[in-house]
């Protein structure tokens, strides 16, 4: 059991907003400032999209957010794409002993 | 261009040993902090061990006393060296780079060598 908990899957339609959970203890997400979220297409490296909560890599397109509530960090995903249907992982730095928790992932279906 | 070049992955037997590195490219490697986290066949990712750029090491707690890790600042290579391998060892092994500030975040990953751990 993974110590981060995402749904396992979302599926939304292009053009379509769609937001993927992420909920963690007092010792990660709710604790620091340091959530991320990466993608991964079948196959490949998985790829940082988001950084401190809410910070974007330069290159990484502006339809993708974060976000973060008490426990739960939230990633947003505007104008669905096609290319945007991947795995989803949020991660997190905490002090319970792993020095990084992630998620178990959520498969990201564009219909 | 951050590149990060896994070798040293294969099939191992139980109870038995590998070693794992990475050269890395396109940035200072001796002001970064450095992770290897592993993803098992078809499940989510699993943060294995890092290690600050002066050397200091963590582990999570299934490989503490049987991986170990370690960097050559002078040639720009991460490794893992791992013992006492066990079936849920199995997984692709992947090498990235840490963001130079707090929190321990990576911001680049390489492409990962397979470790099959079987008889």
């Known amino acids: 059991q993974s110590a981060l908990t995402q749904p396992a899957s979302v599926s939304g339609s292009p053009g379509q907003s769609i937001t993927i959970s992420c909920t963690g203890t007092?010792?990660?997400?709710?604790?620091?400032?340091?959530v991320c979220w990466y993608q991964q297409h079948p196959g490949k490296a998985p790829k940082l999209m988001i950084y401190d909560v809410s910070n974007r890599p330069s290159g990484v397109s502006n339809r993708f957010s974060g976000s973060k509530s008490g426990s739960t960090a939230s990633l947003t995903i505007s104008g669905l794409q096609a290319e945007d249907e991947a795995d989803y992982y949020c991660s997190s730095f905490s002090t319970s002993g792993t020095l990084v928790v992630f998620g178990g992932g959520t498969k990201l279906t564009v219909l | 261009e951050v590149q990060l070049m896994e070798s040293g992955g294969g099939l191992v037997q139980p109870a038995g040993s590998l070693r794992l590195s990475c050269a890395a490219s396109?940035?200072?490697?001796?002001?970064?902090?450095m992770s290897w986290v592993r993803q098992a066949p078809g499940k989510g990712l699993e943060w294995v061990s890092s290690?600050?750029?002066?050397?200091?090491?963590y582990y999570t707690e299934s490989v503490k006393g049987r991986f170990s890790i370690s960097r050559d600042n002078s040639k720009g290579t991460l490794s893992l060296q791992m013992d006492s391998l066990r079936a849920e060892d199995t997984a692709l092994y992947y090498c990235?780079?840490?963001?130079?500030?707090?929190?321990?975040?990576?911001?680049?990953w390489g492409q990962g060598t397979l470790v099959t751990v079987s008889s």
């Open positions: 396109g940035f200072t490697f001796r002001d970064h902090a």
């Open positions: 007092s010792s990660d997400v709710s604790g620091y400032d340091y």
């Open positions: 990235a780079k840490v963001i130079k500030s707090n929190g321990w975040k990576i911001d680049y």
């Open positions: 290690i600050t750029y002066t050397g200091n090491t």
